[in-house]
């Protein structure tokens, strides 16, 4: 009998270790590719960052599978639920879980909750509560009107379509939809769709199944519109009144002191966006402003070298016609940018 009890207290740890080493180490056997649904419940992004093109996510994510090992074959129906340090333990000596990743996370995923739940019938509920820094490219062509999407791209680290595939994928929406966003973004819709993402490896291409998570959103302006385009279109308007001062010296230094102006709008435009191969809606009007005021020199000072030194009355019209036209000219340029970028 002390030898029965001795053998099965040496030998039963070392099988239970070998079973929960063999059920870690390898997938559910069965049908390939296993089937994993994925829920995603985004409660915040905050921080976006629109010169790096980052922001950050707060949410809830859940895996589902199923995996016949964990199946109770015992009669009982007790559900077996492992919080935080217990759920560690699980998926350190006997939980087989896929590895799945997120494709355009920046740096590592914060992770101060999980949760796993195993059935009775083997199906395995993976929960838990994140944060990370995200990027995707984000088009900035209508800024400040402009309408971004903020996304979530999860993939299989080690297993390719014909062992894993994403079956079921929702992106649930927010509980508190005031603060999902902030104060200067609304939001428009979300969408959720698996895509297959071919890798060329180094033998042969290999198709992965990714879940992508979209939230789509839409700037908004008002900050931009009162305190950058409206004092822009002032500044430029006001370079006009060049040809309503007599004084040759007045006016060069009103063009320039007002072309020094637009210059710091532009600084201002280069430190809140990312070096970007095309204009933005702002820049261009930025560079209407350059246009403009250049232009109002170069005539002040055409006027002037042919008409200088003539009576006032030699000169009128040309004045009169400069200070109608360039206005009208600028008005009209505006209101065809505004078309132009589908802004109204």
């Known amino acids: 009998m002390t030898r029965k009890v001795f053998i099965t207290f040496f030998f039963l740890p070392i099988a239970i270790f070998a079973s929960s080493t063999n059920r870690k180490m390898t997938p559910p056997p069965g049908n390939l590719p296993l089937k994993v649904d994925v829920n995603l419940r985004i409660n915040k992004v905050y921080n976006i960052n629109t010169v790096d093109e980052t922001y950050q996510i707060d949410g809830y994510l859940v895996y589902l599978w199923k995996d016949e090992r964990w199946?109770?074959?015992?009669?009982?129906?007790?559900?077996?639920?492992?919080?935080?340090?217990?759920?560690?333990?699980?998926?350190?000596?006997?939980?087989?879980?896929?590895?799945?990743?997120?494709?355009?996370?920046?740096?590592?995923k914060e992770c101060p909750n999980r949760r796993i739940v195993i059935q009775t019938d083997g199906e395995i509920k993976y929960k838990e509560r994140f944060f990370g820094t995200f990027s995707s490219n984000m088009n900035f062509i209508n800024f400040p009107f402009d309408s971004q999407t903020f996304q979530i791209q999860i993939e299989a680290f080690s297993y390719d379509k014909e062992q894993l595939v994403f079956n079921f994928i929702k992106l649930l929406k927010p509980q508190n939809m005031n603060d999902f966003l902030g104060e200067k973004w609304t939001y428009k819709d979300n969408t959720a769709y698996i895509e297959d993402i071919i890798y060329d490896e180094i033998s042969s291409s290999t198709i992965y199944s990714r879940a992508v998570f979209k939230v789509d959103t839409t700037r908004k302006p008002g900050y931009y519109m009162w305190q950058v385009l409206l004092p822009l279109s002032i500044i430029i308007m006001a370079s006009f009144v060049i040809f309503w001062i007599k004084d040759f010296g007045t006016q060069m230094g009103v063009g320039f002191t007002l072309m020094l102006t637009v210059v710091a709008f532009n600084f201002y435009s280069a430190?809140?966006?990312?070096?970007?191969?095309?204009?933005?809606?702002?820049?261009?009007?930025?560079?209407?402003?350059?246009?403009?005021?250049f232009v109002g020199i170069i005539l002040a000072i055409v006027n002037y070298r042919i008409y200088g030194h003539k009576p006032e009355s030699d000169t009128n019209k040309w004045i009169r016609l400069f200070r109608i036209g360039l206005p009208m000219t600028f008005f009209t340029t505006i209101l065809i940018l505004f078309l132009k970028f589908n802004v109204i």
Do not use: C
């Not at 639920?81 to 217990?86: H, V």
């Open 71 to 108: 199946k109770r074959s015992d009669g009982h129906n007790n559900i077996r639920i492992y919080e935080n340090d217990r759920a560690n333990e699980v998926l350190d000596t006997g939980l087989w879980m896929p590895i799945l990743e997120f494709i355009n996370i920046q740096g590592e």
């Open 271 to 293: 430190s809140i966006l990312p070096k970007l191969p095309y204009n933005t809606f702002l820049e261009t009007i930025i560079i209407v402003g350059y246009v403009f005021i």
